[in-house]
T-cell receptor, first 111, second 115 residues
Framework: GESVGLHLPTLSVQEGDNSIINCAYSNSASDYFIWYKQESGKGPQFIIDIRSNMDKRQGQRVTVLLNKTVKHLSLQIAATQPGDSAVYFCAEEGGSYIPTFGRGTSLIVHP | GAGVSQSPSNKVTEKGKDVELRCDPISGHTALYWYRQSLGQGLEFLIYFQGNSAPDKSGLPSDRFSAERTGGSVSTLTIQRTQQEDSAVYLC?????????????FGQGTRLTVV
């Protein structure tokens, strides 16, 4: 879930485990959802997207699940690697075509 | 270049001075966004340009902030009379825009420090 202040929600996993990062979005009219990965000192990098007419989409080692009923989005990373350590943001987009970002989750992968 | 380019990468300025931040989007991208990211925070939307349409300025925090996009390409974000609370990373992104739902590509950001 979301937290207030400067502390991001943090997920710590062991290398090789599967990771699941969750996101609650706010606008029921949003029809496009994106996951971004942001490494320290860099801009956000696209991982995977999904449109509202789908409930699951798979990429390489990543899967995004969308539950419109409860306005919930999740990112699953298979066989997590140390290079996956970063902050992950979900973003929602509706008729304004402006991505609105969540607070982010910090993923820490221990070797 | 192949990606979104922002300059400068770092900027230290004195309180009260004006600053200009530059963004070169990906060629052919009609949509351009500016966001602000404070330490440990998410991305705060500032302004959105789409083609020749009037920009969506709804995220600008005060009238000290303004942005232009010349010729549908390069954009400049200007902050006048900078304050310490303006210190943040300013991120620019571009996308294909309303041609279809596609992801935004981000630059590396400009880290602004107001002292």
């Amino acid at each position: 879930g979301e937290s207030v202040g400067l502390h991001l929600p943090t997920l710590s996993v062991q290398e090789g485990d599967n990771s699941i990062i969750n996101c609650a979005y706010s606008n029921s009219a949003s029809d496009y959802f994106i996951w971004y990965k942001q490494e320290s000192g860099k801009g956000p990098q696209f991982i995977i997207d999904i449109r509202s007419n789908m409930d699951k989409r798979q990429g390489q080692r990543v899967t995004v699940l969308l539950n419109k009923t409860v306005k919930h989005l999740s990112l699953q990373i298979a066989a997590t690697q140390p290079g996956d350590s970063a902050v992950y943001f979900c973003a929602e987009e509706g008729g304004s075509y402006i991505p609105t970002f969540g607070r982010g989750t910090s993923l820490i992968v221990h070797p | 270049g192949a990606g979104v380019s922002q300059s400068p990468s770092n900027k230290v300025t004195e309180k009260g001075k004006d600053v200009e931040l530059r963004c070169d989007p990906i060629s052919g991208h009609t949509a351009l966004y500016w966001y602000r990211q404070s330490l440990g925070q998410g991305l705060e939307f500032l302004i959105y340009f789409q083609g020749n349409s009037a920009p969506d300025k709804s995220g600008l925090p005060s009238d000290r902030f303004s942005a232009e996009r010349t010729g549908g390409s390069v954009s400049t974000l200007t902050i006048q009379r900078t304050q310490q609370e303006d210190s943040a990373v300013y991120l620019c992104a571009s996308s294909l825009g309303r041609a279809g739902r596609t992801e935004a590509f981000f630059g590396q950001g400009t880290r602004l420090t107001v002292v």
